[in-house]
């Protein structure tokens, strides 16, 4: 089944500590993004990587950083998460062009 | 960037009925989207349309892109299409997809 595969689905974190959240599509997609949703703010891009070795800002990319060593995984690291990184997380992907994008599950993360 | 109105902002109906949602865009755009957020949360896919019309069982869709707009129909609704509706657009050379603040549908048995 062609998917978008975020893990962990839940995750509650303490302050200061680093955590990755991983992204996985079996599509073969060249473009993966990050999105973050808060109620009131709605859904805003954080990161994107249009292939391998190639990824830029997206609206809100402070205290998040990703890699795309690979086309298939595209992880989203916190470094040092603060409570105001506490959000639903969703990983999407698409193949530039004609069918739209394909999100993940989301993941739900807390920083207490 | 683009701006993406969409209304109603909540719609309450009774089993059965028929509704409307309308999603309203600022720019021309090479992508549209309709998903619904079910109550776990999860983006589900609805149609990809930028332009034409596309029916999916009970649910159906257009686009009018030379006036920027899109409606989503749904039709004999069920309990189970409560949720909220997002409207999602794409400019030309945008990277990212811009969300309305979608459209809360509660539907009652």
């Known amino acids: 089944e062609a998917q978008v595969t975020q893990n962990p689905r839940y995750l509650i974190t303490v302050t200061g500590k680093k955590l990755t959240v991983t992204c996985s599509q079996n599509m073969n997609h060249e473009y993966m993004s990050w999105y973050r949703q808060d109620p009131g703010l709605g859904l805003r891009q954080i990161y994107y990587s249009m292939n391998v070795e190639v990824t830029d800002k997206g609206d809100v990319p402070e205290g998040y950083k990703v890699s795309r060593k690979e086309k298939r995984n595209f992880p989203l690291i916190l470094e040092s998460p603060s409570p105001n990184q506490t959000s639903l997380y969703f990983c999407?992907?698409?193949?530039?062009?004609?069918?739209?994008?394909?999100f993940g599950s989301g993941t739900r993360l807390t920083v207490v | 960037g683009i701006q993406v109105e969409q209304s109603p902002p909540d719609l309450i109906l009774q089993e059965g009925a028929n509704s409307t949602l309308r999603c309203n865009f600022s720019d021309s755009v090479n992508n549209l989207q309709w998903f619904h957020q079910n109550p776990w949360g999860q983006l589900i896919n609805l149609f990809y349309?930028?332009?034409g019309t596309k029916q999916n069982g009970r649910l159906s869709a257009t686009t009018v892109a030379t006036e920027r707009y899109s409606l989503l129909y749904i039709s004999s609704s069920q309990t189970t299409d409560s949720g909220v509706y997002f409207c999602?657009?794409?400019?030309?050379?945008?990277?990212?997809?811009?969300f309305g603040a979608g459209t809360t549908v509660t539907v009652r048995a």
């Open positions: 999602a657009v794409e400019g030309w050379g945008d990277y990212k997809l811009s």
């Open positions: 349309i930028p332009s």
């Open positions: 999407a992907s698409s193949n530039t062009g004609n069918y739209g994008y394909t």
